[in-house]
């Protein structure tokens, strides 16, 4: 790592500090996981800056606020399983992995999937299991296990009216689920806590811009996009 890359490690979390993000394994988890890593060539100078950046077929790499919000606001320990729905370039997710016992990953589009598991490769994060796939149907059982329920839910695109009823089946009871709901341009960032069986409460953390969470795994077409 050379002097440059450490200021701007430095930068970036003072900056988050600034901006009231508290949570120590938090802003640790940022300083470690090399953001530059997760961005096309075109945008890496910017890798380092508390913006959000394009990624390719459309979609966006969360602002590393928003990241740190979202982390934060899940407490996670590290006893924790997590299904985060909306893998896009996996930054999101390497900062999970950093935070919790094991991140099980879903994306509609296997172009992004495929290139974030070859960072999760080079970054050497063992903890994460990654799926091309429609998020909203939760996890699938898989040669015969089942891996719901999850302790901690995280969706990094945006549901129109309310979080996909499978997502809140698969969370665990006392478990916790952030989520964008709303359509663009009037979105707000939600924490449900599943109360009981059927019982939920749910918070408001602040109003965020997400791209929509959409249906089905990506076409050839739209993937191609
Ligand atoms: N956390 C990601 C954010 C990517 S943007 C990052 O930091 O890079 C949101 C992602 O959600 C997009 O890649 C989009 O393709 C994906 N997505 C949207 N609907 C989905 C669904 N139903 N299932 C899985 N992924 C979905």
Excluded at 78 to 99: P, S
Excluded at 115 to 140: C, I, Q, S
Excluded at 175 to 193: A, E, T
């Amino acid at each position: 790592m050379n002097t440059q890359d450490i200021n701007r490690r430095v930068r970036l979390v003072m900056d988050l500090r600034s901006k009231g993000i508290r949570d120590t394994r938090v802003l640790g988890a940022m300083e470690r996981v090399p953001r530059d890593v997760f961005v096309p060539a075109a945008v890496k100078d910017q890798a380092w800056d508390d913006m959000a950046l394009p990624i390719g077929r459309g979609q966006t790499i969360s602002q590393p606020l928003v990241v740190a919000i979202m982390s934060e606001a899940l407490a996670l320990s590290d006893r924790d399983k997590v299904l985060e729905i909306g893998t896009g370039c996996g930054y999101q997710t390497a900062i999970l992995c950093k935070l919790c016992r094991r991140v099980y990953t879903i994306e509609r589009h296997k172009y992004l999937l495929e290139h974030a598991e070859r960072r999760f490769e080079e970054l050497r994060l063992r903890n994460v299991t990654a799926l091309a796939g429609d998020g909203m149907k939760g996890w699938p059982k898989m040669h015969g296990i089942e891996q719901a329920p999850f302790d901690k839910i995280i969706v990094t695109a945006a549901a129109r009216e309310k979080p996909p009823q499978k997502l809140l089946d698969q969370l665990s009871l006392g478990g916790v689920m952030i989520i964008p709901i709303g359509p663009s341009g009037d979105q707000m960032l939600k924490l449900y806590r599943k109360d009981s069986i059927e019982a939920y409460s749910v918070r408001d953390i602040m109003p965020v811009r997400f791209v929509p969470l959409l249906p089905d795994i990506a076409s050839d077409n739209e993937d191609a996009a």
